[in-house]
């Protein structure tokens, strides 16, 4: 069995036309991000988009890229840092 991966998301809220929409990014992991109309809603689906990239880096035998450590990002003040575990 793989061991899962654990990775930081980044997440922040953005005001739009149609309301709020709050955006979770994997930085590090091009393309990897999740949204949702909360941050309950982003962190719950967080950890399937997450599953998702990991198996296809395993599948293309691909290394995941190296996470930042939170306390990096935090220091960067990005936005609400969280680890996440793939589903």
């Known amino acids: 069995m793989t061991d899962k991966c654990t990775y930081p998301i980044v997440i922040y809220r953005e005001e739009t036309s149609d309301g709020t929409l709050w955006i979770g990014n994997f930085p590090g992991l091009n393309g990897c991000w999740a949204e949702g109309a909360s941050e309950q809603e982003v962190i719950s689906r967080a950890s399937g988009v997450l599953r998702q990239y990991a198996d296809a880096c395993r599948e293309m035998e691909w290394q995941i890229p ?5 306390k990096e990002l935090e220091a960067a003040n990005v936005g609400k840092v ?3 575990t793939e589903a």
């Open 66 to 70: 190296e996470a930042p450590t939170v």
């Open 82 to 84: 969280t680890l996440i």
